[in-house]
């Protein structure tokens, strides 16, 4: 089975407009369902969660985690410095969430009963 390669970008701003920015900004969120350590896992961008005993348990797991991604915070000011010792400051909308999506791919097998 082939292996599918998510990969997540982030672009920074530099002379777009505002409005073209924010439509860049809208990040997606991948979570994968996956065999892990003799059960089963969900990971995003490298990062595992714990394992589960069941491919149920694992798709149940990231249903809640997709869900508590969705919830927004509170709008603020962020200011940081960069890499080079710059300061700048930029208005964080709290309601402005990622697209979470879960892939499934694997289809678990079942006991023979």
Same mark, same amino acid.
């Given at each position: 089975?082939?292996?599918?390669?998510?990969?997540?970008?982030?672009?920074?701003?530099?002379?777009?407009?505002?409005?073209?920015?924010? #439509?860049?900004?809208?990040?997606?969120?991948?979570?994968?369902?996956?065999?892990?350590?003799?059960?089963?896992?969900?990971?995003?961008?490298?990062?595992?969660? #714990?394992?589960?005993?069941?491919?149920?348990?694992?798709?149940?797991?990231?249903?809640?985690?997709?869900?508590?991604?969705?919830?927004?915070? #509170?709008?603020? #000011?962020?200011?940081?410095?960069?890499?080079?010792?710059?300061?700048?400051?930029?208005?964080?909308?709290?309601?402005?969430?990622?697209?979470?999506?879960?892939?499934?791919?694997?289809?678990?097998?079942?006991?023979?009963?």
């Amino acid at each position: 089975m082939p292996r599918r390669h998510v990969l997540c970008i982030i672009l920074a701003a530099s002379d777009m407009s505002f409005k073209k920015q924010e #439509e860049m900004r809208m990040t997606k969120v991948v979570y994968e369902i996956v065999p892990h350590d003799g059960g089963w896992a969900y990971r995003m961008n490298g990062a595992w969660s #714990e394992a589960f005993p069941s491919h149920a348990d694992a798709l149940a797991a990231v249903n809640i985690v997709v869900q508590e991604q969705q919830v927004g915070g #509170e709008d603020e #000011e962020i200011s940081y410095q960069d890499e080079r010792g710059r300061w700048h400051e930029e208005y964080s909308n709290g309601g402005d969430r990622p697209e979470a999506v879960i892939v499934d791919e694997t289809v678990p097998t079942m006991p023979n009963s």
